[in-house]
């Protein structure tokens, strides 16, 4: 068969199973999971995996699992991802009340995309007209989110890094992958369908703890040492630098203090508190984190207490490969129609979020479309798919049709992108890197 007779029989099956698809991601939206933890999801991709005759390795990373297609002919090794996890949203329609976990950035949708493409490809004839392989992995906690819990795992040598693909990496399930795509959800922000191109922020994380002296707040509070007001006039001191960064290094830090002491009656001796540092390269965002350590130290300088500050490696900011997005917009374009398509140039912000899809765009030709099929914040209580068939079907289709075309005609095209991308990064370099970026230290005066 020609590309276009295979792209029509995969986008015909697709449809065929379109009801399906749509119901786990349903599914999965009604059993919401962080990171690390999505132990239901898992085990509903390894049954759509059985059910496609699909074998799989699973407990990836924890709970990822990845399972693939071999055209018999020789190739290159296509990924197609998708992320297991959710975030936590207190009070959203389809949050778990108890650990408030949340599809509130429309990962449920990834997952059955994923395992639509697959479908598209198994089916009759498909196979043996391409060259290469295609490898389909769902991938726990993309979502840098419950740094504390993470970092215990980290110690506890469950994990080495708190993202999910930062991880499979590690473990070497990127070692013979040679191009990935994926496509995420968001809002509308035009009136496009479907947004490709431009690039995010990457980022590292920190985990913090300020020591002070427990006294009795009412009673003796001058006996105490409040680890409290540490804290506070560390995050004022955060603020005070933001007329030092540059515009155009999108520079993001926002904390959270997620313990903020044991008893009102006592002056608060151990507070912890998490932060992002976001920026738009890694040169800009590891300057940033050594604005905010010096932020930290002068809260703890302040009221003569101590303070440990952990960084961690976050996640690297992304770049789209313009021919891999070429082949998808000519794909996604028949689906939706040109004129429903935005591209955004490679240096243009699609937003200030990260993503570790950005770190495996250091490493290989990536592409990371948004299908505008939600409406509400993302993150939000409000967030939510209001178009499954373009969430899922149509982006199925494209993602499936792009597959055919890197792969049809002895993968001249998949070749062709791989040898003309200058990746910066190799997965050895990468990983030093990551590990350089991991410190600890305590700071008292």
């Given at each position: 068969m020609d590309s276009v007779k295979i792209k029509s029989v995969v986008c015909d099956e697709i449809e065929k199973n379109k009801y399906k698809l749509i119901a786990v991601a349903k599914e999965i939206l009604e059993n919401p999971e962080p990171g690390f933890k999505e132990f239901k999801t898992s085990k509903i991709v390894s049954r759509e995996f059985s059910y496609l005759d699909m074998p799989h390795e699973s407990e990836i990373a924890i709970t990822g699992l990845k399972s693939h297609l071999d055209s018999g002919n020789p190739g290159p090794n296509i990924a197609v991802i998708g992320e297991l996890d959710s975030v936590k949203v207190l009070g959203h329609p389809f949050g778990d009340k108890e650990t408030t976990a949340a599809h509130a950035c429309g990962h449920h949708c990834q997952i059955a995309m994923m395992l639509g493409v697959a479908v598209g490809l198994k089916a009759t004839g498909v196979l043996e007209s391409l060259s290469g392989k295609v490898t389909f992995m769902a991938v726990p906690a993309e979502e840098y989110i419950e740094i504390e819990y993470r970092d215990n795992l980290r110690r506890n040598g469950e994990i080495e890094f708190l993202g999910g693909k930062p991880e499979f990496v590690?473990?070497?399930h990127f070692d013979d992958i040679d191009m990935a795509m994926m496509t995420h959800t968001s809002v509308p922000t035009n009136d496009s369908k479907i947004t490709i191109g431009g690039t995010n922020?990457?980022?590292v994380g920190k985990s913090i703890q300020f020591s002070g002296v427990a006294s009795h707040a009412g009673g003796?509070?001058?006996?105490g040492v409040n680890a409290l007001n540490a804290a506070m006039v560390a995050m004022s001191a955060i603020h005070a630098q933001r007329e030092t960064y540059r515009d155009k290094d999108s520079i993001r830090i926002h904390p959270i203090i997620t313990k903020g002491g044991v008893a009102v009656s006592s002056v608060p001796a151990d507070v912890r508190m998490e932060t992002y540092v976001r920026g738009g390269s890694i040169e800009a965002f590891l300057s940033a984190s050594e604005k905010v350590d010096r932020a930290l130290r002068a809260g703890a300088m302040t009221v003569g207490g101590s303070v440990t500050i952990q960084t961690l490696p976050g996640y690297l900011p992304i770049q789209n490969n313009e021919t891999f997005l070429d082949l998808?917009?000519?794909?996604a374009a028949e689906l939706v129609g040109q004129?429903?398509?935005s591209?955004?140039?490679p240096h243009v912000m699609h937003g200030t979020g990260s993503t570790d899809m950005g770190d495996i765009s250091q490493l290989m030709p990536v592409i990371h479309p948004y299908v505008e099929a939600a409406s509400g914040n993302g993150h939000g209580i409000d967030y939510v798919i209001d178009d499954y068939e373009l969430a899922v079907v149509t982006c199925a289709k494209a993602m499936a049709m792009t597959v055919v075309d890197l792969l049809a005609d002895g993968a001249s095209?998949?070749?062709?992108?791989?040898?003309e991308n200058d990746s910066p990064l190799t997965i050895s370099s990468y990983l030093s890197l990551l590990r350089s970026m991991t410190k600890e230290?305590?700071?008292?005066?």
């Amino acid at each position: 068969m020609d590309s276009v007779k295979i792209k029509s029989v995969v986008c015909d099956e697709i449809e065929k199973n379109k009801y399906k698809l749509i119901a786990v991601a349903k599914e999965i939206l009604e059993n919401p999971e962080p990171g690390f933890k999505e132990f239901k999801t898992s085990k509903i991709v390894s049954r759509e995996f059985s059910y496609l005759d699909m074998p799989h390795e699973s407990e990836i990373a924890i709970t990822g699992l990845k399972s693939h297609l071999d055209s018999g002919n020789p190739g290159p090794n296509i990924a197609v991802i998708g992320e297991l996890d959710s975030v936590k949203v207190l009070g959203h329609p389809f949050g778990d009340k108890e650990t408030t976990a949340a599809h509130a950035c429309g990962h449920h949708c990834q997952i059955a995309m994923m395992l639509g493409v697959a479908v598209g490809l198994k089916a009759t004839g498909v196979l043996e007209s391409l060259s290469g392989k295609v490898t389909f992995m769902a991938v726990p906690a993309e979502e840098y989110i419950e740094i504390e819990y993470r970092d215990n795992l980290r110690r506890n040598g469950e994990i080495e890094f708190l993202g999910g693909k930062p991880e499979f990496v590690r473990l070497g399930h990127f070692d013979d992958i040679d191009m990935a795509m994926m496509t995420h959800t968001s809002v509308p922000t035009n009136d496009s369908k479907i947004t490709i191109g431009g690039t995010n922020v990457g980022m590292v994380g920190k985990s913090i703890q300020f020591s002070g002296v427990a006294s009795h707040a009412g009673g003796s509070p001058h006996l105490g040492v409040n680890a409290l007001n540490a804290a506070m006039v560390a995050m004022s001191a955060i603020h005070a630098q933001r007329e030092t960064y540059r515009d155009k290094d999108s520079i993001r830090i926002h904390p959270i203090i997620t313990k903020g002491g044991v008893a009102v009656s006592s002056v608060p001796a151990d507070v912890r508190m998490e932060t992002y540092v976001r920026g738009g390269s890694i040169e800009a965002f590891l300057s940033a984190s050594e604005k905010v350590d010096r932020a930290l130290r002068a809260g703890a300088m302040t009221v003569g207490g101590s303070v440990t500050i952990q960084t961690l490696p976050g996640y690297l900011p992304i770049q789209n490969n313009e021919t891999f997005l070429d082949l998808y917009q000519n794909n996604a374009a028949e689906l939706v129609g040109q004129e429903k398509i935005s591209r955004l140039p490679p240096h243009v912000m699609h937003g200030t979020g990260s993503t570790d899809m950005g770190d495996i765009s250091q490493l290989m030709p990536v592409i990371h479309p948004y299908v505008e099929a939600a409406s509400g914040n993302g993150h939000g209580i409000d967030y939510v798919i209001d178009d499954y068939e373009l969430a899922v079907v149509t982006c199925a289709k494209a993602m499936a049709m792009t597959v055919v075309d890197l792969l049809a005609d002895g993968a001249s095209n998949a070749s062709r992108i791989i040898s003309e991308n200058d990746s910066p990064l190799t997965i050895s370099s990468y990983l030093s890197l990551l590990r350089s970026m991991t410190k600890e230290e305590t700071f008292k005066e």
